[in-house]
């Protein structure tokens, strides 16, 4: 009897850690031989997104308007008190081999405040404005055939090659203190709906966008052994939910389904901008939860939020109601001399919107890093 005992508990524990109890419609990270961190972080936001929306920001502790690599500072903590808990990075130019991203970020120093966020409890995501492979031109020039050019065949697959592994490199050196891999929300070829990228929908067909993908995925997972990685597919504005999955890639490897948009629309139309975004909204978490993956609006913002009740008035709306995982702004630049005008999308003290930004992040809704940090999304059980 006792040895049928040990016997049932050995093969319920094996079976737990394979996964085989969990029921086949449950939800999984993609990665079959994801690591313990990476699974956690993806059961933590899956279950979080029911309730609260967690707050992000891009390049948070790099620079914000007026300044530069102060350590400890972030634009968002000169308002509330504390940073958010979530960060976005680019690592754009780390194929080039170069010190810094596309926006003067050193790498060294990105790969520092992932290590010091992710210990402070806030989740991580990067970006890759990756160059134009084909023309050695930037992320942005859209020449034709860019995509076909370096899948397998292709004249630029190799070069392509060398790009992920250099990638690899990098999330490589994602450690904690411990040595373990730090989880990231990897978000590669972003806006895939829009027209301004070399891999937007307009220079390839869905076909290759999608081989593209899964290739990169392929490659990273299986020639690169990462296992630390969430997957975040992302699209720019769609009609419905069949143009958003136009050129998704297969549940097996994307575990964030988001898409990005900005409000464009004068103060006085911003209801037109809230009642398009909620729409989408909806069929975004309608998809995601039917894939059972983690929804998510990626990047948006008004840029120099002119708007004093920005935060309340039109974001709140906007994520509140719906089981959104997360919700990031766009990074606080500054003054732009290329465009001469202010290039921000996050509150600081003083900015017009900072008294509303405050109200926002008090709503119960909204998760900044300590509180996140309290809901043990990072945390490993004790
Ligand atoms: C854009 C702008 C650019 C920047 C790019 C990549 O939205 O902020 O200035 O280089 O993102 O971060």
């Given at each position: 009897m006792l040895k049928r005992i040990r016997k049932f508990?050995?093969?319920?524990?094996?079976?737990?850690?394979?996964?085989?109890?969990?029921?086949?419609?449950?939800?999984?990270?993609?990665?079959?031989?994801?690591?313990?961190?990476?699974?956690?972080?993806?059961?933590?936001?899956?279950?979080?997104?029911?309730?609260?929306?967690i707050f992000?920001?891009?390049?948070?502790?790099?620079?914000?308007?007026?300044?530069?690599?102060i350590p400890g500072k972030s634009d968002v903590a000169t308002v509330v008190g504390e940073h958010p808990g979530l960060m976005g990075w680019d690592i754009g130019h780390l194929e080039l081999d170069a010190a810094k991203n596309l926006d003067d970020v050193p790498f060294d120093s990105m790969k520092q405040y992932i290590r010091q966020v992710h210990a402070a409890g806030s989740v991580i995501t990067i970006s890759w404005h990756l160059r134009n492979p084909l023309t050695g031109g930037s992320a942005w020039d859209t020449t034709h055939g860019t995509v076909a050019s370096i899948l397998p065949g292709g004249s630029k697959?190799?070069?392509?090659?060398?790009?992920?592994?250099?990638?690899?490199?990098?999330?490589?050196?994602?450690?904690?203190?411990?040595?373990?891999?730090?989880?990231?929300?990897?978000?590669?070829?972003?806006?895939?709906?829009?027209?301004?990228f070399?891999?937007?929908?307009?220079?390839?067909?869905?076909?290759?966008?999608?081989?593209?993908?899964?290739y990169t995925v392929q490659y990273l997972r299986e020639q690169k052994k990462l296992h630390h990685l969430l997957y975040v597919y992302n699209t720019a504005e769609f009609a419905d939910a069949q143009a958003f999955l136009q050129?998704?890639?297969?549940?097996?490897?994307?575990?964030?389904?988001?898409?990005?948009?900005?409000?464009?629309?004068?103060?006085?139309?911003?209801?037109?901008?809230?009642?398009?975004?909620?729409?989408?909204?909806?069929?975004?978490?309608?998809?995601?939860?039917?894939?059972?993956?983690?929804?998510?609006?990626?990047e948006t913002g008004m840029e120099a939020v002119p708007d004093p009740q920005w935060w309340t008035t039109v974001l709140l709306p906007i994520v509140e109601r719906y089981?959104?995982?997360?919700?990031?702004?766009?990074?606080?630049?500054?003054?732009?001399?290329?465009?001469?005008?202010?290039?921000?999308?996050?509150?600081?003290?003083?900015?017009?919107?900072?008294?509303?930004?405050?109200?926002?992040?008090?709503?119960p809704v909204m998760l900044f890093q300590q509180k996140l940090a309290n809901q043990k999304v990072n945390k490993r059980k004790r």
């Open positions: 508990w050995v093969v319920l524990c094996v079976g737990c850690c394979a996964g085989w109890l969990l029921p086949a419609s449950a939800q999984q990270v993609s990665d079959k031989h994801a690591t313990k961190e990476a699974k956690r972080l993806f059961q933590r936001l899956y279950t979080l997104q029911s309730k609260y929306r992000g920001h891009q390049d948070a502790l790099a620079y914000g308007v007026g300044w530069k690599g697959h190799a070069v392509f090659n060398s790009w992920l592994d250099k990638v690899a490199v990098f999330m490589q050196d994602l450690k904690d203190d411990n040595g373990r891999y730090i989880p990231v929300l990897f978000r590669p070829f972003h806006e895939v709906t829009g027209n301004w070399w891999w937007c929908k307009n220079n390839a067909t869905a076909e290759n966008i999608q081989q593209l993908w899964r050129y998704y890639p297969g549940d097996d490897v994307v575990d964030v389904m988001s898409f990005d948009q900005y409000q464009h629309e004068p103060v006085a139309q911003k209801q037109q901008f809230i009642q398009i975004m909620q729409q989408r909204v909806q069929v975004l978490c309608a998809t995601a939860q039917s894939h059972k993956k983690i929804a998510a609006l990626a089981p959104l995982s997360y919700v990031l702004v766009w990074r606080n630049h500054g003054y732009m001399p290329s465009t001469g005008k202010m290039h921000y999308y996050g509150p600081y003290a003083g900015q017009v919107s900072a008294a509303d930004f405050l109200r926002f992040y008090q709503h």
